[in-house]
Nanobody
Framework: QVQLVESGGGLVQPGGSLRLSCAASGSIFSFLAMGWYRQAPGKQRELVALITSGGSTNYADSVKGRFTISRDNAKNTVYLQMNSLKPEDTAVYYC?????????WGQGTQVTVSS
């Protein structure tokens, strides 16, 4: 299993931007689809962005046009660029891989959007 460490969260005003990073370990990282998930209080964890091993991306409707997922396989890192942030984006953000290679959820990184 890969080990995943999220970073880059923080407090930002509505309309602001943040860039999250997910550092992974494991020799098969480049073969894995990777996703960013988030969980707000009282809500289910949801997938917000996905990138395949080939670089194709998918986004939840709620973040489409505002968030961009990318990866740097040489650095074993996945990024989530978040622009035009809204209070509704407030959540703990996690990265993971779907499917059989999924690992345990890490601590995540807190994103708070508030004025």
């Amino acid at each position: 299993q890969v080990q995943l460490v999220e970073s880059g969260g923080g407090l930002v005003q509505p309309g602001g931007s943040l860039r999250l990073s997910c550092a992974a370990s494991g020799s098969i990282f480049s073969f894995l689809a990777m996703g960013w998930y988030r969980q707000a209080p009282g809500k289910q964890r949801e997938l917000v962005a996905l990138i395949t091993s080939g670089g194709s991306t998918n986004y939840a409707d709620s973040v489409k046009g505002r968030f961009t997922i990318s990866r740097d396989n040489a650095k074993n890192t996945v990024y989530l660029q978040m622009n035009s942030l809204k209070p509704e984006d407030t959540a703990v953000y996690y990265c993971n891989t779907p499917g059989i290679s999924a690992t345990d959820w890490g601590q995540g990184t807190q994103v708070t959007v508030s004025s």
